[in-house]
């Protein structure tokens, strides 16, 4: 069984598409006040009562269509409540019994998330290639390539990390607008600055606002 890690956070690059797209990727970062740390933890709470609940009825509904949406909501309280290990066996679950057409992409890219929280890049790897590789025009595959990246790289394969960011940014798909576009920007710059200063990475900064597939 998969220790729980619940004060783990989310991959940044998550993060920060979470942020610009106007969705919190968590409750808060715990504050230095002990008012706030309480409502942190307050919260954190609820929000495990409510994903046990949620768990609790999609066990007696298992046999409805209704199982699949209780799983996912399932998942999305322990997500948020950080529990990643009940987050992994919802989505999971909801990935095997979900009927065609449903939030298959959205729930791959969540595991892939998950996942990475987890430390576990392969497996991320594992389920964010299959958002591209069995949904390739659904939008979750920005966000697919962002934290594909991120799996990349930390297995050391700066190239192919690099290569999902590109895949961002070429094409009209996308606009500079876009959160997706911006994440994408944001860390191939950081990471060509990692490799070599600034090498290739002015250009593209200097022109966030110029429209995507900048040569």
């Known amino acids: 069984q998969m220790p729980a890690t619940p004060e783990k956070p989310l991959p940044l690059v998550t993060n920060l598409v979470a942020a610009s797209a106007g969705r919190p990727a968590d409750l808060l970062i715990p504050g230095e006040s002990p008012q706030a740390q309480r409502l942190f933890t307050e919260a954190r709470q ?25 799983l ?10 950080r529990d990643y290990p009940a987050t992994i066996r919802m989505l999971r679950g909801y990935l095997e019994h979900a009927r065609p057409n449903q939030r298959q992409p959205e729930a791959l890219v969540q595991l892939g998330e998950v996942w990475l929280a987890e430390g576990n890049a392969p497996a991320a790897v594992e389920a964010l290639t299959q958002v591209l590789d069995l949904h390739p025009r659904h939008p979750a595959k920005y966000a697919a390539r962002l934290l594909l990246s991120q799996a990349w790289l930390e297995q050391g394969e700066a190239d192919k990390a690099a290569a999902q960011l590109q895949a961002n940014l070429e094409g009209n798909d996308l606009t500079p607008a876009s959160p997706e576009w911006q994440a994408a920007l944001f860390a191939l710059a950081r990471l060509k600055y990692g490799e070599q200063p600034w090498a290739g990475a002015g250009p593209r900064l200097l022109d966030v606002g110029s429209g995507p597939g900048i040569p």
């Open 72 to 81: 996912w909501m399932a998942a999305e309280a322990f997500r948020r409540a």
């Open 46 to 70: 609820r929000l495990r009562e409510a994903a046990r609940a949620y768990s609790q009825l999609a066990e007696a509904r298992q046999a409805t269509e209704q199982y699949p949406d209780d």
